[in-house]
């Protein structure tokens, strides 16, 4: 599966931004999927996931009732919808996929086995 993360960009805070994922070489139906963060010189972290029935979805405790993530499958895309951001969640943000991911570990990268490149989000006035 390869993903491709679009959708990055300059907004300020308080503002709102949509990153969409889509892929190719094989289906979303199935898979688990997510979106992490990073900025430079820490770990990546985790944003939200959906496990692979779509019947979980989890998120990190600081973009609870900010974000939503959401997948198409007849689109083969998922997206991560940002409102209210904040300087704090500037970073680079990737999409990932997996078929073998359990509730148990959806927050866990080393659970995933596709990863898109990512797309810079900046919030800053």
């Known amino acids: 599966v390869q993903l491709q993360a679009s959708g990055g960009g300059l907004v300020q805070p308080g503002g709102y931004l949509t990153v969409s994922c889509v892929a190719s070489?094989?289906?979303?139906?199935?898979?688990?999927v997510a979106w992490f963060r990073q900025i430079p010189g820490m770990e990546r972290d985790f944003v939200a996931a959906i496990d692979r029935n779509s019947a979980g979805i989890r998120y990190t405790d600081s973009v609870k009732g900010r974000f939503t993530i959401s997948r198409d499958n007849a689109r083969n895309t998922m997206y991560l919808q940002m409102n209210n951001l904040r300087p704090e969640d500037a970073a680079v943000y990737y999409c990932?996929?997996?078929?073998?991911?359990?509730?148990?570990?959806?927050?866990?990268?080393?659970?995933?086995?596709?990863w898109g490149l990512g797309t810079q989000v900046t919030v800053s006035s």
């Open positions: 990932a996929a997996g078929p073998s991911v359990i509730t148990s570990n959806l927050r866990s990268p080393s659970a995933y086995g596709y």
């Open positions: 070489g094989r289906t979303l139906r199935g898979l688990a």
